[in-house]
């Protein structure tokens, strides 16, 4: 059973940068095929994929979010990261890693392993 765990701040000041990692187990993030991605769904809305690192390290992003996001790995831990700079407010939201076979909306309902989540709320 592959396991995926978000950790970080929960509380980030706006123009910070927000950084979260999601450590997984059961599996290695350099195995063939799999994308490993961050989601997040804001309060009362829908999820919405933010990019993913590939299994070669490649990374893909959503065209909204590239500008402010970087998507890397430390293989030895078995982990991903995210950084989203200069947040605000809208940035508010549940922040969710996961495993899957592409990249891009149209894949989320696709993924087959998600970490639980982790609240992040931006300060005004």
């Known amino acids: 059973q592959v396991q995926l765990q978000e950790s970080g701040p929960g509380l980030v000041k706006p123009s910070q940068t927000l950084s979260l990692t999601c450590t997984v187990s059961?599996?290695?993030?350099?195995?063939?095929?799999?994308?490993w991605s961050w989601i997040r769904q804001p309060p009362g809305k829908g999820l919405e994929w933010m990019g993913a690192?590939?299994?070669?390290?490649?990374?893909y992003y959503s065209p909204s979010l590239k500008s402010r996001t970087s998507i890397s790995r430390d293989t030895s831990k078995n982990q991903f990261t995210l950084q989203l700079s200069s947040v605000t407010p809208e940035d508010t939201a549940v922040y969710y890693c996961?495993?899957?076979?592409?990249?891009?909306?149209?894949?989320?309902?696709?993924?087959?392993?998600w970490g639980q989540g982790t609240q992040v709320t931006v300060s005004s």
């Open positions: 690192i590939r299994y070669s390290g490649s990374t």
């Open positions: 996961a495993r899957g076979l592409g990249a891009g909306w149209g894949i989320l309902g696709s993924m087959d392993y």
């Open positions: 059961g599996g290695s993030i350099t195995t063939n095929y799999y994308y």
